[in-house]
């Protein structure tokens, strides 16, 4: 009905009409927002056509066509209100990570982007605003995905020939010897099958004392024989890599991390400690939540604990951002040249990153697992990268929030973290759908897509 139709109705009163002639022009303006939205789109789509031109799957690239879809499913949009814009419009992942913040699966969630060595995007999704993260980045608890900034320390050292991936630990570890691991070697530790999966420490009396640790580790017998099965070594790889390099270069690990990752690749928001005092620090870490129905509710203080306590255990204390954990990834993906353009790694130890190094039974996970030099190459379906079968995609996650991920076919690393501790299940396929909302967004190949 036309605002003239309306003026000119008898049964009306002035102030019905008044009503109606509001309501047609909240209406008309709506319409105009709708159309401008549309531009907007339009200018979007525009945008993405370079970035999915120049990541077009290479010809060398196999994938089976029956395993992944070119288009992935529909998801709610829900565009957000940003309070700092990002360097990039990537309508598809901030969809997906609005509406899962409105659904309540993270407080705030920090990803990043790198493409060709180059940080494409940061981005945090957040209750509190969402955009740009601020600077200072926020810091958030990587858990295990820092398990492959212990990793790139061993990288560095195999390919210095300062480590030999298939020598004996206790060649630089004497002691480890004890109790018959004298045939346990990094490649076991590196795959979670040196048959050591569990510690035995007290976390409140000894993972604060390195010496105790290792002493314990050094006298612990083999659960399985070494290199039979993959059992996940939630604490001990990161204390076995760490003292087996420390041993063998006379260096603190820290140090050692210092020189051969952190500085090389300008990680200077990667830490696995932090000094109690540092308090600009400490005020940088973002809260840590647990999911209604999480199975261990007081996992937020137990981390405050470690951290007020400054516990180092490297395979699970790692403190970082997105940007600093997806710079390693991408790092690999570029041929192991870092930003400046250094040769980080040669060619050859970039290939044996993501080479199987261990296809076995995975006793927790009951099926047989892959496993690179200490990143995981997943052939379910779906999978937290939201990879395609037949992907040369390597990652790591960390427990209940996080995964780090880079796809070698598309130069691309990328990393995810979030501050709300889910179940593995629901944590699994919201990391899956983030993943995937990037790679649509990428115009990559994208595998299957969980349901919420």
Known sequence: ??????????????????????????????????????????????????????????????????????????IDVFPPVFDRPPAIILPELFSELESQLRKGLHKTASVSVYIAGEELLS??????????????APLF?????????VAATIWRLLDAGVLE?????????????????????????????????????????????????????????????????IHYHAITFGLLLAETASRATSTPFVDLFEREVAAPLKL?????????????????VTPLHTANGYHNPAMPFNMDWLLDNQVMTPGGSCITTASD????????????ISRDGDAWLSRNAVANVYTTHASAYDIEAMKRSRIGQGVWLDDDQPNRTG???????????????????GDPDFNLG??????????????????????????????????????I
């Open 1 to 74: 009905m036309s605002r003239l139709d309306l003026e000119g109705r008898p049964d009306l009163d002035g102030g019905q009409r008044a009503d109606d002639a509001a309501d047609l022009q909240a209406l008309e303006a709506a319409i105009t927002a709708v159309a401008d939205m549309r531009a907007e789109l339009d200018d979007l789509a525009l945008q993405l056509t370079e970035y999915r031109t120049a990541l077009a799957p290479p010809e060398s690239a196999q994938y089976d066509d029956t395993t992944f879809e070119r288009v992935a499913p529909a």
């Open 123 to 136: 981005y945090l999704s957040s209750a509190d605003g969402s955009g740009a993260p601020a600077e200072p």
């Open 141 to 149: 608890r990587a858990f295990s995905a820092g398990k492959a900034m």
């Open 165 to 229: 991936i298939d020598a004996p630990i206790a060649e630089y570890w004497p002691e480890f010897a004890q109790r018959g691991k004298t045939n346990v070697t990094l490649r076991h530790v590196l795959t979670h099958t040196s048959g050591l999966p569990h510690e035995y420490g007290r976390g409140d009396v000894d993972w604060n004392d390195w010496g105790r640790m290792c002493d314990i580790l050094a006298s612990m017998p083999t659960e399985y024989e070494p290199g039979g099965v």
């Open 268 to 284: 200077f928001d990667t830490r696995f400690a932090v000094d109690f005092s540092d308090e600009a620090t400490r005020s940088r």
């Open 325 to 336: 954990l997806a710079r390693l990834y991408a790092t690999v993906c570029s041929g192991g």
């Open 387 to 405: 990879a395609p079968k037949g992907s040369l995609t390597f990652a790591h996650g960390g427990m209940g929030t996080a995964i780090a991920w």
């Open 414 to 451: 990328v990393a995810i973290l979030t501050d709300v501790m889910q179940n593995e299940d629901i944590n699994g396929k919201r990391l899956n759908r983030i993943s995937a909302a990037i790679r649509k967004d990428l115009g990559m190949l994208v595998g299957e897509i969980a349901t």
